[in-house]
């Protein structure tokens, strides 16, 4: 039976000092348990931010171009095989210890080395590097340096940021005794759950301890209840990673080939890089589904202006004119592949980041008056 709740609530009058009435509280219970107002509370807000080194990649996981990662939150960057995963961790590496950070990075895969670091101007004999097997290894030890760090006079100030490449390449603990054992039976999901117990308590680590954590992981495609409907992406190792990361964010790839000529005098497509493109599939931070795109070039590395095109042409600093962009501000037309230089962004960059968090950033949502709201479209309904 499904019927309106009666309207017989009396308004609720304040007649206290709510925050008289919380601090009394809290001079009971702050001083035994972490319990404070949420104004004085170090736990979940967010006091710095970590630049990806694309100001693209940074608007889909922050919703501003000048921030990217939150020095106390979990994340993971998903995508199939080759996609720039490791390539964005090496990237934010650099501009981490730019700003001043420690990283410890854990690999499981055996993706990096000392050369591939230092092509990314990663300062290798500062970077603390972990090879890592199970899935409790890297658990166990992740948690004890975030408390030690803290807890040490010398360094508990000291900002850290923390990798894991990949999560994919963890082994659960019955994969390894059955090695140890000569088995190849199933594991019945043991590995997730593992996975799953894993982000939960990494998670609140990095919140207690204000220290990031970004992981990198694979992702699979699923057939879709709907047969006419399209695969679904999905990371391995279950939703655990998905539930507790404060973002996650999926890439796929495709390849920019140019014209060059070969030994013979031919022209031929040479493949000289990729484009990412970042899809926020969980944003604590963002809308769902806010994508960006980055460019990999491999000679020239990573393009720090590429993906912001369109919101230029958005808020109207830019306009398209045929085949070319009018840039107003230089009062000059370009060519896409001519456009993405620090002449032509630069200038615009606070009035282009303006927009975009306006775009892309959750709004405050509120009520004005309860009297605007049409009862006959209320969800405003028991079921009993």
């Known amino acids: 039976m499904v019927k309106r709740k009666e309207e017989t609530t009396p308004e609720l009058k304040k007649v206290f000092d709510a925050v008289a009435v919380s601090k009394k509280f809290l001079e009971k219970f702050g001083k035994d348990a972490m319990v404070t107002s949420m104004k004085d509370s170090t736990l979940s807000n967010v006091t710095a931010w970590i630049n990806s080194g694309s100001l693209s990649l940074n608007k889909v996981l922050s919703g501003s171009i000048y921030k990217g990662f939150a020095n106390n939150r979990l994340y993971v960057i998903a995508g199939p095989s080759s996609t720039g995963k490791t390539l ?25 080395d000392n050369e591939s670091m230092k092509k990314f101007g990663v300062d290798t004999e500062a970077l603390i590097y972990v090879p890592i097997v199970t899935i409790s290894e890297f658990r166990n030890l992740a948690i004890k340096m975030m408390r030690d760090w803290r807890e040490n006079d010398e360094t508990k100030d000291v900002p850290i940021l923390f990798f894991c490449d990949s999560l994919g390449g963890l082994a659960g603990t019955k994969e390894m005794n059955d090695v140890e054992e000569n088995k190849s039976a199933s594991d019945m999901g043991q590995r997730a759950k593992e ?25 699979y495609e699923q057939s879709a209840a709907n047969p006419q409907a399209a695969p679904i992406t999905k990371m391995s190792g279950g939703e655990g990673f998905m539930y507790a990361a404060s973002a996650v964010v999926y890439l796929r790839k495709s390849a920019v080939k140019e014209l060059e000529k070969n030994a013979v005098g031919d022209n031929v497509k040479t493949k000289k890089g990729n484009i990412l493109k970042a899809t926020s599939e969980k944003n604590r931070f963002v809308r769902d589904g806010t994508c960006g795109e980055l460019f990999v070039h491999f000679d020239k590395g990573v393009s720090p202006y590429y993906g912001l095109l369109v919101d230029a042409v958005d808020s109207g600093l830019f306009e398209l004119r045929g085949t070319r962009y009018f840039v107003k501000h230089l009062d000059k037309s370009f060519f896409e592949n001519q456009i993405y230089t620090k002449e032509v962004f630069a200038p615009i960059l606070e009035a282009l980041n303006t927009f975009i968090e306006n775009k892309y950033k959750y709004s ?15 969800d405003d309904i028991e079921v009993s």
């Open 195 to 219: 996975l799953r117990a894993a982000a939960r308590l990494l998670t609140v680590n990095c919140a207690k301890h204000s220290i990031p954590l970004i992981c990198t992981n694979h992702t």
């Open 88 to 112: 964005i961790c090496q990237k934010t590496v650099k501009e981490a210890q730019k700003s001043g950070y420690v990283v410890v990075y854990f690999d499981s895969e055996n993706a990096v």
């Open 364 to 378: 405050s949502i509120e009520i004005t008056d309860i009297d605007d709201i049409d009862p006959a479209s209320s």
